[in-house]
């Protein structure tokens, strides 16, 4: 009863345009200049709000998305955000906490290695982004293999008139200088070839987030990578 209450409660703040930047940018920012476990625990009513909010809103998604990509239809919020504490063992950076919020959305939820959707939320730094990230090995050569010998194919899906007005082409993170040794290197496409992660990114400005829009923005965004997705989801399933 508790958790419907609070469901409701979500969705009629998202309709007037207020739960995004109330509830959670603005914790996000006051989190990012607080950021040590006393702050943290004097507002952790404000976490549990914002929290509750971000899961509201991706739990309202993913209906919309399974009209396009069926593999999410089953999916529930809860599996697909990320928890907010930081591993700081091996980091230089001791801050306890991350300042932004995500879910990842596949079949599997955040522990899948993808194709996904995913949903990320920081004052100044919001985007959504789609592919694979951080593939194994044999999943990095599948996926290369895929685009190698469905180069017209690939490049026909990064260059989609709709997908370039919202995205920049592939996230090029750690990208390798060095053609893979698996590939001829007078491949004309050579450059597609070396990428370790196969992600694109869309940037949001806080109004758009904040926005009475941004449940269509998102599955605007989404609706728009999903070729690409399909693309890799072949290629790691081949």
């Not at 979500?10 to 007037?16: A, D």
């Not at 603005?26 to 509750?52: H, I, T």
Request: aromatic fraction near 14%; include cysteine; proline fraction near 5%.
């Amino acid at each position: 009863m508790r958790f419907t209450f609070f469901n409701n409660y979500f969705v009629s703040l998202l309709q007037k345009n207020e739960f995004m930047q109330k509830t959670v940018l603005d914790f996000l920012s006051q989190l990012e200049k607080n950021n040590n476990r006393e702050w943290f625990q004097r507002n952790k009513q404000q976490y549990d709000e914002a929290k509750a909010a971000v899961e509201s809103f991706v739990n309202s998604m993913i209906p919309g998305l399974a009209k396009f990509d069926e593999a999410v239809k089953y999916v529930e919020a809860k599996d697909c955000m990320f928890r907010i504490f930081r591993d700081v063992r091996f980091a230089k950076d001791k801050s306890p906490y991350k300042i932004n919020m995500g879910a990842w959305i596949t079949r599997a939820g955040r522990k899948s290695p993808g194709p996904g959707y995913y949903i990320h939320l920081q004052p100044g730094g919001s985007f959504l982004a789609a592919g694979v990230y951080m593939p194994e090995p044999d999943q990095l050569k599948k996926i290369r293999n895929e685009i190698y010998y469905n180069i017209t194919e690939f490049k026909s899906i990064l260059n989609d008139k709709k997908l370039k007005k919202i995205c920049n082409g592939l996230s090029d993170n750690d990208k390798g200088k060095m053609a893979p040794r698996e590939f001829p290197k007078d491949f004309p496409d050579i450059e597609l070839l070396k990428y370790k992660h196969y992600t694109l990114s869309y940037p949001l400005r806080d109004e758009m987030v904040g926005s009475e829009h941004f449940h269509e923005i998102v599955l605007m965004a989404f609706r728009t990578m999903y070729p690409f997705n399909m693309f890799l989801k072949r290629a790691l399933e081949g």
